[in-house]
C-alpha cells in the first residue's frame, strides 16, 4: 500500500514545487520557503546540486512529501530512492527506472507528449504521467488525451502559471507541477519572496477549490 499512500499524498497536496537550485545551502532556504508558504510536494531536480543530500535533508520532515526529479537513468533512480525520496520525476518514459520503481513501491511520473508514450508507460505499471513541456501541449491536452483515454493520471509540469492553473485543473490534473514561478526574485538572501510567491498559488488553488 505504500505506493498508493504517496500517490494520495499527492493527490490531496495537489501542488508540487519543482525545485532547480543553485547550491545546497541557498536550495534548503528556498524549499524551507516554499514550505512555509503551504506547499508539500517538493520536487527535488537533479540538476541541482548535491540533489540527494537535499533529498535526505528533507525525506523526514513530517508531512512534507520529497520526490526525486530530472531523473534521466535507472543508476539515479536508485539512488534516489536510497535517500529517501517517495517518487521519481523524469522529463521521458524510461522502461527500466520504471520498473525500478515499482519493485521498489515507489511512484514514477515520466514526462509523455504523445498518446503513444502515454500508452506505453501505463503498460509498464506508470499510475501518473507528467505532460512535459506543459507550456508547448497546452491546457486542452489532458482533455483530448482523457478522450479516448479516460483513465489516464495526467499531471502538467512547465508552463504553468496562476493565470491559467484554473484550465488544467478544468481539464481534469491529477496534480500540477509549478517550477522556476516559485523562485521568481530569490537571490539565495531572500527566502521570504520564495514564500510569498509560493502562498500567491497556494490562495490561488485554494479559491479554485472552494465549495467543493
Known amino acids: 500500500m505504500k505506493?498508493?499512500?504517496?500517490?494520495?499524498?499527492i493527490k490531496e497536496?495537489?501542488?508540487?514545487?519543482?525545485?532547480?537550485?543553485?547550491?545546497?545551502?541557498?536550495?534548503?532556504?528556498?524549499?524551507?520557503?516554499i514550505i512555509e508558504g503551504g506547499i508539500k510536494n517538493i520536487e527535488i531536480t537533479y540538476t541541482t546540486p548535491k540533489a540527494g543530500e537535499l533529498i535526505e535533508h528533507f525525506?523526514?520532515?513530517?508531512?512534507?512529501?520529497?520526490?526525486?526529479g530530472t531523473v534521466m537513468s535507472v543508476g539515479?533512480?536508485?539512488a534516489a530512492i536510497r535517500s529517501g525520496a517517495r517518487y521519481v520525476v523524469s522529463p521521458h518514459f524510461d522502461?527500466?527506472?520504471?520498473e525500478l520503481c515499482n519493485l521498489n513501491q515507489i511512484p514514477y511520473l515520466p514526462g509523455c507528449a504523445t498518446a503513444t508514450e502515454i500508452t506505453a508507460a501505463m503498460k509498464s505499471g506508470v499510475d501518473?504521467?507528467?505532460i512535459f513541456p506543459g507550456g508547448v501541449l497546452g491546457a486542452s491536452f489532458i482533455k483530448d488525451i482523457k478522450g479516448p483515454i479516460p483513465h489516464a493520471n495526467l499531471m502538467p509540469?512547465?508552463?504553468?502559471?496562476?493565470?491559467?492553473?484554473?484550465e488544467w485543473m478544468a481539464n481534469g490534473a491529477f496534480a500540477i507541477g509549478i517550477g522556476s514561478a516559485l523562485a521568481k526574485g530569490y537571490d539565495g538572501s531572500n527566502p521570504e519572496v520564495v514564500k510569498e510567491n509560493t502562498e500567491s498559488f497556494v490562495a490561488r488553488y485554494q479559491e479554485l477549490t472552494e465549495g467543493e
Do not use: H, W
Not at 522502461?95 to 520504471?98: D, G, P, R, T
Not at 509540469?157 to 484554473?166: L, P, Q
Open 13 to 33: 497536496n495537489y501542488l508540487i514545487a519543482v525545485v532547480r537550485g543553485q547550491g545546497f545551502d541557498d536550495t534548503v532556504k528556498m524549499i524551507e520557503g
Open 3 to 9: 505506493k498508493y499512500e504517496i500517490l494520495k499524498q
Open 59 to 68: 525525506a523526514e520532515q513530517p508531512g512534507i512529501c520529497v520526490g526525486a
Open 128 to 130: 501518473v504521467i507528467k
Open 76 to 78: 539515479t533512480a536508485d
Open 95 to 98: 522502461a527500466e527506472v520504471s
Open 157 to 166: 509540469s512547465g508552463g504553468v502559471n496562476k493565470e491559467n492553473m484554473s
